[in-house]
């Protein structure tokens, strides 16, 4: 008999016996393995911690007992026995489940999740509430992981926590990877308590926690019996679990790295779908890590910084050919960016990659640290616009607009791969202020993209077409669908277009020469409309007297949920039909 097929919410699952738990655990990894296979996602956190997603649900109450998963990649056995497996095929897709703890999705969901680092910080508010509210018996659980519990938020809670006598449980799962192998003390010295080579004292019982551990996450009974003498006990709590990421699935364990989030595989051996043997256009950030490494070469100054995402970020070419010189500081995108503060302050020329999604939490040291002492830091900011089936979490919105209102601050987007590389030569000859340098997930769209590096006038645009009526101003890889409508539409003589690059400063010579020969003005962005480049034009144009129609063309005032970019575009309205229709719409306006 399927065990799984019976169970729908954890209630069910607590109606079995203890020896029957082995037999779901199969079912659970099985059944994930599966649905990844075709489907997508994240796989490797989500099989570690099978056992203890079991005994989470079968030792206490949720929902009742609040549970948070730290960023929520490993929480697909969660969620499959919370009420959604029958609906767990569209996990990350348009219209279907999030690819993330979601409170509106389940009030199994105590909290929503993405980011990392912040389960402690929000289960201690949750605690303090019951608390509050004269509820002394329900449990709160925050699930983390090794490279998370080291980010500076995890440590304020847990700081804070330490004195409090809130009913909170902290289990640390620990795997020795987030998406790339953990760094930092705090790595060395969980490795040395599996060890049993750590200093006499607890870091964490001197945090006043009562501690337990190390235990096998892989030990469903000793995982399932820690937790029970565990609940027992009142005040701040932490379980200490070693797990394995991939568990259960062989190419998974051997490979973390790539399969934290491989894409489709085999079922049976794990082996990566094959991929097409034709040629294609780099990945952006490839295009990053590659020329890095080209000027690192010719500048001794160079140095690169990654929050934890040396593989995602394309930072690791450099890490190979310069190790003393590049630094996964871990997950901690505050730390990141003022020390390559520091590091400018002290004349080096620091390039600091970092997704835009996660330059959110750094922000204060953007402005307090970098931009009020005009320091050159380069923030190469990955994963800008869309980015796909990792849905509100993820996506780089708002990078344009929360840059754009800082003082100092020069904003790049290039339209291809040769202006990344051009604009990164052109800020290691030597700048006077931070520049932020913004590209997209995915690829470009040259092959031979490996061009001698050309120097860049800071506040240039680019004018593509030439028309009468119609100018389409389009900053960053947008710009590229602009080139193909106007292509599909014929070049019709109405329509100029410009690539305007530099979001700040603007190109005022260029936008003064726009406003005196068009009628109508498109702006194109993949960024939020409220406040970014489309409003930068509209400024421009209120402050110099241009009464013209300016359309703009951008992500909506709305958190946009998960599915392909190319889906998204098209929600959106900025995808090539969007744009084609605007275009003709205006066409027949002035025609």
């Known amino acids: 008999m399927n065990l799984l097929d019976n169970i729908q919410y954890p209630i069910d699952l607590r109606e079995l016996a203890e020896e029957q738990l082995p037999q779901l655990t199969r079912e659970l990894r099985e059944f994930i393995i599966d649905i990844v296979a075709a489907k997508e996602g994240h796989l490797g956190a989500s099989l570690g911690v099978v056992e203890l997603t079991i005994a989470l649900h079968y030792v206490f109450n949720t929902p009742e007992d609040k549970l948070i998963w730290d960023v929520g990649h490993q929480a697909y056995g969660h969620k499959i026995l919370t009420g959604r497996r029958s609906q767990f095929n569209t ?6 489940l999030s690819g993330f703890p979601k409170r509106d999705e389940s009030e199994f ?17 949750m605690a303090l509430a019951a608390k509050l509210k004269g509820d002394k018996e329900r449990q709160h ?4 992981g090794d490279a998370s519990i080291a980010s500076g938020m995890a440590f304020e809670g847990l700081n804070h926590l330490g004195v409090l006598d809130a009913n909170v449980l902290i289990v640390l799962n620990d795997n020795a990877i987030g998406i790339d192998p953990s760094v930092g003390a705090l790595k060395k010295y969980l490795t040395n308590v599996k060890k049993g080579t750590a200093k006499e004292e607890n870091i964490f019982e001197c945090l006043n926690f009562t501690y337990t551990g190390p235990v096998d996450g892989h030990d469903l009974k000793a995982v399932i019996n820690a937790l029970r003498e565990m609940r027992k006990l009142k005040g701040p ?11 259960g699935l062989k190419k998974a364990e ?21 991929q097409t043997a034709s040629e294609q256009p780099p990945k952006y950030q490839d295009v990053f890590g590659h020329s890095l490494v080209e000027l690192a070469k010719q500048n001794k100054n160079i140095v690169g910084i990654t929050p934890a995402m040396p593989t995602g970020s394309s930072l690791k070419y450099m890490m190979e050919a ?24 002290e004349g080096l020329v620091p390039f600091c990659a970092i997704y835009s999604t996660f330059l959110q939490r750094a922000y204060d040291q953007v402005i307090h640290d970098v931009a009020i002492q005009s320091l050159p830091v380069i923030f190469c900011i990955d994963r800008a616009g869309l980015v796909g089936q990792d849905g509100a979490t993820h996506h780089g919105a708002y990078d344009l607009a929360y840059l754009r209102c800082i003082p100092n601050m020069t904003i790049f987007a290039p339209m291809n791969e040769m202006e990344l590389r051009n604009i990164m030569f052109t800020a290691q000859l030597g700048i006077d202020r931070p520049l932020a340098i913004r590209y997209p997930r995915g690829r470009g769209n040259t092959e031979s993209w490996q061009s001698s590096f050309e120097r860049i006038p800071i506040g240039s645009s680019r004018e593509l077409a030439k028309g009468t009526s119609i100018a389409v101003l389009s900053v960053g890889h947008l710009g590229n669908k602009v080139t193909e409508v106007l292509k599909r539409l014929g070049h019709p003589k109405e329509i100029g277009h410009y690539d305007m690059r530099f979001v700040k400063p603007l190109d005022e ?6 406003f005196k020969r068009y009628n109508s003005v498109v702006t194109l962005e993949d960024g939020c409309l409220a406040g970014g480049f489309g409003s930068a034009v509209l400024e421009f144009a209120n402050e110099h007297g241009y009464s013209q129609k300016v359309e703009r063309l951008g992500l909506p005032d709305t958190f946009i949920e998960q599915g392909t970019v190319e889906e998204l575009l098209e929600l959106s309205h900025i995808d090539e039909e969007a744009i084609t229709r605007c275009l003709i719409k205006l066409l027949h306006e002035v025609r």
């Open 109 to 125: 969901d105590a909290f929503g999740t993405g980011h990392s680092s912040t389960s402690i910080s929000a289960i201690v508010g």
């Open 254 to 274: 051997e490979n973390q790295i790539v399969y934290h989030a491989p894409g489709k595989f085999d079922r049976n051996t794990g082996e990566l779908a094959k």
């Open 91 to 96: 996990n990350r897709q348009l219209g279907g």
């Open 322 to 345: 310069f190790p003393d010189r590049a630094f996964d500081v871990g997950i901690a995108e505050q730390h990141a960016v003022t020390m390559a503060a520091g590091m400018a302050a």
């Open 237 to 247: 709590r932490l379980l200490h679990l070693i797990t394995t990421k991939g568990k």
């Open 509 to 514: 010579q260029q936008l003064h020469g726009v």
């Open 141 to 144: 659980i925050a699930v983390i």
